[in-house]
DNA sequence: CGGACTATGTGAATTCATTCACAAGTTACT
DNA sequence: AGTAACTTGTGAATGAATTCACATAGTCCG
């Protein structure tokens, strides 16, 4: 009843974290428990269970004071917050390497995001069939992507053209997109754009190695 | 001359946007631009001046008042920071859809992690080659890593085992983890874990989406 | 039904990150 | 040499996120 003037500023690491809390609370459905309070559900993710509450409370008051939270109830309240009770249409552009593993990812499909149309320019690819997806010509990109109402686009192509992709990918109406290209993408303010930077993690680990490493030298 | 007792807190962000900072440095560097100010570095990644700056002043003054950041010396004292200046050698466990992508993916060969093992439980792939590399049972991943000095390993195994497969990770000595499996993997404390989680992303992306439409239906 | 216990929800306090604003150093030009 | 124009490096100010701490409200059990 509480909270829901679509006005308050949600953080960005609230929104990661309510990822989490629900797939710790699929999980915990599975293992059929009703209920779970704070301190367990920030137990199981290294979090405080301030945290879990603060971030809970943005959306509303779900819990029952000495009880706890209803799992089910919790997990559906955070499908509807994230948008997770409704099917997204998700398009691929680049079937390379990662675009190609990612048509075949189960994840996606678990969370309502059906990859239901891929685009490609390599004329070998073009036709065929990949996971049971046609390979379509990236030539016709922004008809197709107009035409079967695609929601969020996947950007898995060579930094190098990924800017022109994704000029076409805003002309056509789109304003999801995930890029995996390794390059800063401008899109206009109204267009939501994520990135997914794999080397970036490997980076943030050599740099904890070699700083720890010089902790430790120290150290001893 | 300033700044290298090794004490100071960095933070995450800082970290990442090291790796944002490299990234453009390489750019102007091929580019063969010699000098960049904070203010255009900040502008080519929608960032402000002010942060460039600052997160540069963690690690020492590598500028020059009035004219700017010399490109290809600040970029070499980035890879330093970022322990890029070296090769970490790094394995893969589990080469299924994702795993196999990111054996071929060029841009990690590129930052200096070279792959050099892959394991996987699967018969039918033992042995075999991928690209390049031959693929080791799993029943060996303990001496393998030990053996080969492996540096880093990355995780793309099903969720329900890869805290298994960590937990000999851990044990073969290595202490660099980025994980690709949905799951919380429990670690010691001397060992850096990552965690890639490519349906968060998508779910950050529908829920700002779904709350742009709301902001919007209620704006007109 | 009553008392001991448990856990939420939330203002206030704290910690952490970003931005401001300016002194000081350097260039470039006359 | 002198001056106008830049740009760094950094304390201080601001802003954001996290944690604290407790009043409040429910559970559970005898």
């Given at each position: 009843m509480a909270a829901d003037d679509g006005k308050r500023k949600i953080s960005e690491s609230t929104i990661q974290r309510l990822s989490i809390y629900y797939r710790v609370l699929s999980i915990l459905k599975k293992e059929d428990i009703k209920t779970i309070s704070s301190k367990e559900l920030a137990k199981q993710e290294k979090l405080t269970p301030a945290q879990v509450r603060k971030d809970l409370s943005f959306f509303g008051s779900f819990g029952t004071r000495g009880l706890g939270y209803p799992v089910t109830e919790l997990k559906n309240r955070i499908a509807n917050i994230l948008g997770l009770d409704r099917e997204w249409k998700v398009a691929m552009v680049g079937v390379g390497n990662i675009g190609s593993a990612l048509v075949g990812y189960k994840e996606f499909q678990r969370h309502?995001?059906?990859?239901?149309m891929i685009f490609d320019n390599d004329q070998r690819k073009i036709g065929s069939n990949h996971k049971g997806i046609l390979v379509s010509d990236i030539a016709n990109l922004k008809e197709g992507l107009r035409e079967n109402k695609i929601d969020i686009v996947i950007i898995a192509v060579p930094a190098t053209v990924a800017q022109y992709i994704v000029d076409d990918i805003v002309e056509a109406g789109v304003s999801g997109i995930l890029n995996f290209a390794p390059i800063n993408l401008k899109v206009p303010d109204h267009v939501i754009l994520r990135n997914e930077n794999m080397s970036m993690e490997l980076e943030h680990i050599s740099f904890s190695l070699v700083n720890r490493e010089s902790i430790t030298a120290t150290k001893e």
């Open positions: 309502g995001f059906t990859i239901s």
